[in-house]
């Protein structure tokens, strides 16, 4: 033959018909296409060249591959072909439809395919209009492409006359990394590269183990990809000696949510392997043979355990997402130990059903996880509790196995969660016998600072819910406070009328008050965003609280209302006096405190929208505690300590460690 060799073709398939098949193709799909045709004519190389115009339209793209090349006298079964490629009985091709490279049309009107095979130099024009019809004529070797002659096989795509425009470069590249990454790990010896730069691997984690089963040897590769591939599924391929691909098989991996793998097994056991047994070859391994039976039980529990690591991690990062879109419960109003403890639960059985089943969040709206999510919270801390475990085992479709490991798991965080919260409870409860012992036995030794400043700072519970934050004196708002302080507290100094009885004089005259304050952004009963002031003055704990000290309360309430930095309508006050007792004698604080019990407000004296004040007794705050916790006390049987051989010294270095 000569170059006036002259081949005309037609597919059998209309030019509607292939269009057809194209209708949601992306514009660079053709491009993967055309790599892909690389790769399945034995390609090790594919190289894509993007060459625009003085005004940065795409004016060619080269599409170029050191395979073998299209023989020229099989065109009828190369393009006269559709859906039916003389390539798909070869296991290690992608292009098994004989379609792709006609997906050019997507992209531009024009290709041409510069082809030489055998030592036979070739060109196939294709033209978008008539898009079923192929023409091919032979080419001297002067007006073959270069690239090609210099390789001495192989095929150039060229694409000219573009109707579509590609991404940008960069964007383009990294859809080459997904499309071809799995592809370029498992044939770590081929290449895809774009305008001279290599298209990388794409994030991945790799596990690779030894399995050995009789004498047979299998080195196993699992690659976990973080994103999806963009045209491959979670395959298993096993590959002879010399790496070439004899068996390729859905992996047990394959459609788990978010979770995808291409698995890689080399071993010279696949150098004999036949997908089924012949006459032909009686002694070839096969999918049955019991050899491959043992090894692939042995890769499916290895996968499996890998997608539960993967299952435990995801779980954690899909929990801390809901937690940061604020789809768990708030629980207003509760204690802070009982908060933390049914969010806490909530979370891991949260977790625990993600991971035994991730479909049930997966697909699921943000208002249905939401819903789900304070469902699962009420049933599990309601009477029917125990039917929780009932309804997930109705509603999720797991195997036994399956449902075992999560009524373990659920029993487990649960006991966690209960331990957790006796643990804090018995600290607390332990804390507030020493702080009662303490109060009765060695109030007149007790240093405001060191010994009950730290004791403070570490037990704000004691105060409630909303004191729980208190801590240490923050600068510049404390100092501004401490000063008008001082000034109301110097109009009254220390006399016997504040003490019950007159020995508790000295140790009253040794001993300073405590002060604390803290500012910090807080929500008012309407929800509207404010800075709540806490200011808290403990008197030294041989005093006995009288009219005289709340008259210095509202003293210093009235300093700090005057103060124009203090007027904003933002800044909300709470001023609280707390001492060991009132005093035997007083009535006035015992009236004010009796005039506000319907508030449901412990300790409120006075009730100024910006302004609350509190007297506070430590005996009332312990006996709160007990209060609110003894039902949950009194079930522990927590064991009541004798400390009447502690030290004083001993007793306050514990109360200063948190609790």
């Not at 899909?318 to 207003?332: C, I, K, L, M, W």
């Not at 939401?370 to 509603?395: P, T, W, Y």
């Not at 019950?500 to 509207?528: I, T, W």
Request: hydrophobic residues 40%; aromatic residues 10%.
């Amino acid at each position: 033959m000569d170059e006036n060799t002259i081949f005309k073709g037609s597919a059998a398939i209309g030019n509607s018909g292939i269009k057809k098949h194209f209708n949601n193709a992306e514009p660079w799909q053709p491009l993967f296409e055309l790599v892909w045709n690389g790769f399945d004519a034995a390609a090790s190389y594919v190289s894509i060249s993007l060459v625009e115009n003085d005004m940065h339209g795409m004016e060619r793209v080269a599409v170029l591959d050191n395979g073998d090349g299209i023989n020229f006298n099989t065109l009828n079964d190369t393009f006269g072909s559709f859906n039916d490629s003389a390539k798909k009985a070869n296991l290690a091709m992608k292009g098994e439809h004989g379609r792709g490279r006609l997906a050019f049309h997507l992209l531009c009107r024009n290709a041409s395919w510069f082809t030489r095979c055998n030592n036979i130099d070739a060109v196939i024009d294709v033209a978008e209009p008539t898009i079923k019809d192929f023409e091919a004529r032979l080419l001297e070797s002067s007006k073959q492409k270069q690239e090609l002659l210099t390789q001495g096989k192989g095929t150039l795509v060229e694409l000219t006359h573009f109707t579509t425009a590609l991404p940008e470069l960069h964007r383009l590249y990294e859809k080459f990394s997904a499309e071809f990454g799995w592809y370029l790990a498992v044939h770590p010896h081929r290449q895809v590269a774009l305008n001279r730069v290599s298209v990388s691997v794409p994030k991945h984690e790799a596990v690779k183990k030894e399995i050995t089963v009789d004498s047979a040897v299998f080195q196993v590769q699992v690659i976990r990809w973080e994103e999806r591939p963009t045209s491959e599924k979670s395959y298993l391929y096993l590959l002879n000696s010399n790496g070439a691909p004899v068996y390729k098989v859905l992996s047990s991996l394959n459609q788990k949510p978010n979770f995808f793998t291409s698995i890689c097994v080399a071993s010279a056991w696949a150098d004999t392997f036949s997908k089924e047994q012949d006459l032909l070859s009686p002694q070839a391994h096969t999918p049955a043979s019991p050899i491959w039976r043992k090894f692939k039980s042995q890769l499916d529990r290895l996968s499996q355990s890998i997608y539960d690591d993967f299952l435990r991690m995801r779980a954690e990062e899909v929990v801390q997402g809901y937690e940061d879109e604020g789809y768990f419960p708030s629980y207003a109003g509760m204690d802070n130990t009982d908060k933390e403890w049914r969010h806490q639960h909530t979370r891991e059985l949260v977790r625990s059903i993600y991971i035994a089943e991730p479909r049930v969040f997966h697909n699921a709206t943000k208002k249905q996880v939401k819903l789900i999510i304070r469902l699962l919270d009420r049933l599990a801390v309601s009477n029917e509790n125990d039917a929780l475990f009932e309804v997930l085992e109705g509603a999720l479709d797991l195997d036994a196995k399956s449902m075992q490991d999560l009524a373990k798991q659920l029993h487990r965080t649960t006991l966690e969660n209960i331990v957790a919260s006796i643990e804090v409870l018995q600290r607390r409860a332990t804390a507030v016998q020493q702080l009662r012992y303490v109060m009765n036995e060695h109030y007149r030794e007790v240093l405001e600072t060191p010994d009950l400043q730290k004791i403070i700072e570490n037990n704000t519970w004691l105060f409630g819910p909303r004191y729980e934050t208190i801590g240490a004196e923050e600068d510049t708002f404390a100092k501004i406070v401490r000063r008008m302080r001082d000034e109301a507290m110097e109009r009254s100094p220390l006399s016997i009328e504040d003490v019950d009885e007159k020995a508790d004089f000295p140790g009253a005259q040794r001993q300073v008050d405590l002060f604390m304050a803290r500012k910090f952004p807080a929500f008012d009963s309407l929800g509207n965003r404010i800075y709540k002031c806490i200011v808290v003055e403990i008197k030294r704990p041989a005093i006995s609280l009288n009219k005289k000290h709340l008259r210095q309360l509202e003293d210093y309430a009235e300093i700090i209302a005057s103060e124009p930095q203090f007027k904003s309508e933002k800044m909300h006050f709470e001023l609280i006096l707390l001492g060991r007792q009132i005093s035997s004698a007083d009535t006035i604080i015992t009236s004010r405190l009796n005039s506000h019990i319907s508030r449901n407000d412990p300790g409120l004296v006075t009730d100024d929208p910006r302004m609350r004040l509190y007297v506070m007794n430590w005996y009332s705050l312990l006996d709160g505690f007990e209060l609110t916790h003894g039902f949950m006390l009194d079930n522990l049987k927590l064991k009541r300590d004798d400390y009447t051989a502690a030290t004083k010294e001993e007793l306050v270095a514990e109360l200063q460690t948190n609790h």
